[in-house]
Nanobody, 121 residues
Framework: QVQLVESGGGLVQPGGSLRLSCAAS????????MGWYRQAPGKQRELVAA???????NYADFVKGRFTISRDNAKKTVYLQMNSLTPEDTSVYYC???????????????WGQGTQVTVSS
């Protein structure tokens, strides 16, 4: 069973930046795509960004040019650098292993516990 632990969330002012991290357990990290999703109250969980095992990335239109996903296979960690944050980015952000870079279900579907990001003045 893969365990994913997110960190880096918090309160930030509009226009500010945060960097989320997701550390994975086990030995399959480097072989799998990783994704960041978010879910606001009353809304469905949505794909924010994903990265393949080979480094190919995919971004939701609403974060293109502002967010950057990256991975460090040696550290078994995926990152989400978030810049130019707006109040609309306020959400719980979840890390995923198992879905494709476009969010399609794979042979497994592992999630972290989520980290809250609040953008407010």
């Amino acid at each position: 069973q893969v365990q994913l632990v997110e960190s880096g969330g918090g309160l930030v002012q509009p226009g500010g930046s945060l960097r989320l991290s997701c550390a994975a357990s086990g030995s399959i990290f480097s072989f799998n795509p990783m994704g960041w999703y978010r879910q606001a109250p009353g809304k469905q969980r949505e794909l924010v960004a994903a990265i393949s095992s080979g480094g190919t990335t995919n971004y939701a239109d609403f974060v293109k040019g502002r967010f950057t996903i990256s991975r460090d296979n040696a550290k078994k960690t995926v990152y989400l650098q978030m810049n130019s944050l707006t109040p609309e980015d306020t959400s719980v952000y979840y890390c995923n292993m198992g879905r494709s870079v476009v969010g399609r279900l794979g042979s497994f579907d592992s999630w972290g516990q989520g980290t809250q990001v609040t953008v407010s003045s």
